[in-house]
């Protein structure tokens, strides 16, 4: 019992410090923020928003097809309903949910 409440003392010390920081890089080795308006390759999902729509309601293997010959979707997620996934925004990923083989929805991100 007593190398329990000593494991526990330990512990709650540990939690206790502030971890050390690095420094931030200055100058020129500073880089700039990435870009949110394109992605890898200039292209942008968005560009493509309004053809997403007539996409739904078709089957899965279409839909990848033709989300892959659009220029600047370099990702397509497509899920199962309720499935986690990251929450994390890519300006070229498409991503949707499938139910049964067939889309049922389609957003850009």
Do not use: K, W
């Not at 931030?24 to 992605?39: C, I, K, N, T, Y």
């Not at 968005?46 to 997403?52: F, K, M, N, S």
């Not at 729509?53 to 997620?77: D, F, K, N, Q, S």
Request: aromatic share 2%; glycine share 12%.
């Amino acid at each position: 019992m007593r190398r329990l409440a000593l494991l526990l003392v330990g512990f709650a010390a540990a939690c206790a410090t502030e971890p050390a920081t690095a420094p931030l890089p200055r100058g020129d080795r500073a880089l700039p923020p990435p870009a949110l308006s394109e992605g890898p390759a200039g292209g942008r999902c968005a560009d493509h928003a309004e053809a997403l729509p007539a996409l739904v309601g078709r089957p899965e293997a279409e839909v990848r097809a033709a989300l892959g010959a659009m220029p600047g979707i370099r990702t397509i997620r497509l899920l199962a309903p309720n499935q986690p996934a990251t929450r994390d925004y890519r300006v070229d990923r498409a991503g949707g949910v499938v139910q049964g083989g067939v889309v049922e929805s389609l957003a850009c991100g």
